[in-house]
C-alpha cells in the first residue's frame, strides 16, 4: 500500500484546511486510517482514525470539534478537515495505514505535509 498525503499549507488562525490521503496498491486489505503529526520540537502524536469497516471515528482531545476525518471509499482517500485552526496546530502531518484485519495488523506511513498556521 502506497499513501500521498497532500492538502498543506500557511493558513492564518482561525482558518481551515483539509487533507488529503490518497491510497493506492492493496487498498482492499486496508482496516483503518489514522492521522498523526509532529510539532516542531516535539513527538508525533495522534490525531485522528477512521475504520475502513464501519467509518467510525475518533479524535485527539486536543481536535475534537475542530477536525473531521472522513473517507471517499469510491476514490481511497482519507480527508482530515481542519477547522479554526490555532499556531500550536502548526505540525508535519502524517497519515498512516493498518493493513490487516485488526488495528495491531501493520501500518504503512506516508510522507509528511506540512501545515503551519500564522498567529
Known amino acids: 500500500v502506497q499513501l500521498q498525503a497532500s492538502g498543506g499549507g500557511l493558513v492564518q488562525a482561525g482558518g481551515s484546511l483539509k487533507l488529503s490521503c490518497a491510497a493506492s496498491g492493496r487498498t482492499s486489505n486496508i482496516y483503518g486510517t489514522r492521522w498523526f503529526r509532529q510539532p516542531p520540537g516535539k513527538e508525533r502524536e495522534f490525531v485522528a482514525v477512521i475504520s475502513w469497516r464501519d467509518d467510525s471515528t475518533s479524535y485527539a482531545d486536543s481536535v475534537k470539534g475542530r477536525f473531521t476525518i472522513s473517507r471517499d471509499n469510491a476514490k481511497n482517500t482519507v480527508f482530515l478537515q481542519m477547522n479554526s485552526l490555532r499556531p500550536d496546530d502548526t505540525a508535519v502531518y502524517y497519515c498512516?495505514?493498518?493493513?490487516?484485519?485488526?488495528?495491531?495488523?501493520?501500518?504503512?506511513w506516508g510522507q509528511g505535509t506540512q501545515v503551519t498556521v500564522s498567529s
Open positions: 498512516t495505514a493498518v493493513v490487516g484485519s485488526s488495528w495491531s495488523s501493520p501500518s504503512y
